[in-house]
């Protein structure tokens, strides 16, 4: 049972437009949300984080919502750069599981210049 | 910096041959993970060493064998290599004992079993 989802592998869009990256979780004892991004042949890039306490979280073009009623996160990008074209992992982390981070099976994102 | 370091980067087997990755990290961090990513599937967890002398199975542990060797090495060892076990691993390391921080990534060790 996947506890992290993100239900669109793939997404493009034009330089210089938002991105709107999607994750769902189901575990309601998740207290941290990752952003991650992977270039091929890289390991993941820790890139924004938010707590459950929070519900927005900035960091430059980076912005991560959470809307804990709905057990949805999403990361916006803004403005897209070719260069953010890589595959963003979302992932959470439990309290009550020595900071094991669950994570989402990935977006492809694609930034078309 | 070198942040996390993982040998081999690239590495071919045969089924049953044993084998084991490498991982250091040079930020003094308290807390090691090893992953495994498969083809459309996020990292999954393997082993943890939350502190120097610990170590605790993930989600997938079932054929492999982790030693925290010391603070700064975590090694992942397969016993009886299967190609279930194709796949790419990457090791992580992060300083948990201060609240929460985030998992810093090696570049990962790209494995296939034939």
């Known amino acids: 049972d996947q506890q992290v989802k993100q239900n669109s592998p793939s997404l493009s869009v034009q330089e210089g437009r938002i991105s709107i990256l999607n994750c769902d979780y189901t575990?309601?004892?998740?207290?941290?949300f990752l952003w991650y991004k992977k270039y091929p042949a890289e390991g993941p890039t820790f890139l924004i984080s938010i707590s459950s306490i929070k519900d927005k979280n900035e960091d430059g073009r980076f912005t991560v919502f959470l809307n804990k009623s709905a057990k949805h996160l999403s990361l916006h990008i803004v403005p897209s750069q070719p260069g953010d074209s890589a595959v963003y992992f979302c992932?959470?982390?439990?309290?009550?599981?020595?900071?094991?981070?669950?994570f989402g099976s990935g977006t492809q994102l694609t930034v078309l210049p | 910096n070198a942040g996390v370091t993982q040998t081999p980067k690239f590495q071919v087997l045969k089924t049953g041959q044993s084998m084991t990755l490498q991982c250091a990290q040079d930020m003094n961090h308290n807390s090691m993970y090893w992953y495994r990513q498969d083809p459309g599937m996020g990292l999954r967890l393997i082993y943890y060493s939350a502190s120097e002398g610990t170590t605790d199975k993930g989600e997938v542990p079932n054929g492999y064998n982790v030693s925290r060797l010391n603070k700064r090495e975590f090694s992942l060892r397969l016993e009886s290599a299967a190609p279930s076990q194709t796949s790419v691993y990457f090791c992580a390391s992060s300083e948990a004992r201060t609240g929460f921080q985030p998992q810093h990534f090696g570049d990962g060790t790209r494995l296939s079993i034939l």
């Open positions: 992932a959470a982390v439990s309290s009550g599981s020595a900071r094991q981070l669950t």
């Open positions: 575990n309601s004892m998740f207290d941290y």
